[in-house]
């Protein structure tokens, strides 16, 4: 008995996530009411083996946190500084792995993203940050994807200033963009790059922001049914950070809730129509006057046009000496697909490969 009604409920639960991810199949009750309360995840109910009744509320629970946990679906749960692994210990980990919509009241830290991480993560100006997205808390296997699935879109990274970053509410800060990755080339997007990428993104924090608490939003924008307005599947998780820096900028913010429309470009988009660009939603990247960040593989609209080989030298150089010019530092990127930094390393790091888009002094 018990047995047959758990069989019911996994088929429904599993049907919430396929409505979730088919918005045209959203308006049915059931998988509605299902998907209005997710439960927390790890959430626990201690079965009472002589009530039947919590019985089949433990059932439920167990049910019900699996469906949170759904393949494909993501959240951003770990973090780096330079190179070293932070583990969870400054994110504020989202309640569940399901989507949020663009306009929802939940979009600046996701479902539970008030709560407090362990603690706050010590950065400079001029890190290189990276953050981990996998699909199972606590998983970080790289055989399985980040984010699974067909679940195509850009990676997009903010920061806000705030007051502390262990109380701050996401909702009421002001946020301004530090990277992004879109369209890479044809059926290749930030999110394949991630996947590619054990799941990390890499960003610099912009050298010349001015120090202290922050938060750092960061967010994938699956497009896989963006083709409807209220489509788009967003995945973020905030990062508490203190800042240490010499600089005084205070770039200009936008809101989340807020900073996204239904109807913007890069949320309501056909990811199987034609097209050969993709404009990354919300304001420009902000990157302090230094080298664009890292990750950012081309710009946000990218056209994924064959480049033109560059004309033949007129003159011949006349000394086989290293041209002199800007050396990228420990960490900083030194090559990779549409980067047009420096390539060379200053002593002693060495110009090391990660992937096609990105290779990085180490
Ligand atoms: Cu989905």
Redesign the pocket.
């Given at each position: 008995m018990v047995y047959v009604l758990a069989f019911g409920l996994t088929r429904r639960a599993k049907d919430t996530h396929y409505s979730?991810?088919h918005p045209e199949r959203r308006n049915i009750p059931t998988y509605k009411r299902f998907f209005l309360s997710p439960p927390k995840v790890g959430s626990v109910v201690e079965p009472n083996p002589h009530s039947l009744t919590s019985m089949k509320l433990s059932v439920l629970a167990a049910l019900l946190a699996s469906a949170t946990t759904i393949n494909?679906?993501a959240t951003f749960q770990q973090f780096w500084v330079n190179g070293k692994d932070q583990a969870g210990t400054c994110v504020r980990k989202p309640s569940t792995n399901n989507?949020v919509g663009a306009t929802q009241a939940d979009m600046a830290c996701n479902v539970g993203g008030n709560n407090p991480a362990p603690s706050t993560c010590a950065v400079n100006a001029g890190d290189t940050v990276s953050v981990e997205m996998h699909q199972q808390p606590g998983d970080r296997t790289c055989t399985t994807e980040a984010i699974g699935g067909n679940?195509d879109g850009p990676t997009v990274i903010y920061l806000a200033k705030v007051d502390n970053a262990a109380t701050a509410q996401g909702a009421s800060a002001g946020w301004f963009k530090i990277g992004q990755t879109g369209l890479v080339r044809t059926d290749y997007w930030g999110t394949d790059v991630m996947n590619a990428n054990c799941g990390k993104v890499d960003v610099k924090i912009p050298l010349d922001i001015a120090p202290g608490d922050y938060l750092l939003r960061a967010e994938v924008i699956?497009l896989h049914v963006a083709g409807s307005v209220g489509g788009a599947?967003l995945y973020m998780s905030c990062f508490q950070l203190k800042i240490n820096s010499a600089g005084k900028a205070s770039p200009p913010t936008v809101r989340f809730p807020g900073a996204y429309s239904p109807n913007d470009p890069g949320i309501l988009f056909n990811l199987y129509g034609s097209y050969s660009t993709y404009t990354v939603p919300g304001p420009a990247v902000y990157t302090g006057g230094s080298a664009p960040a890292p990750p950012s593989v081309p710009p946000s609209s990218t056209t994924p046009t064959a480049t033109v080989p560059p004309p033949p030298p007129v003159t011949t150089p006349t000394s086989a000496t290293v041209p002199a010019g800007p050396q990228a530092t420990h960490f900083q990127q030194c090559g990779g697909s549409g980067y047009n930094g420096p390539t060379v390393c200053a002593s002693p790091y060495k110009c090391t490969y990660s992937n096609d888009w990105y290779s990085q002094c180490l």
């Open positions: 979730y991810c494909a679906h989507p679940h699956a599947q």
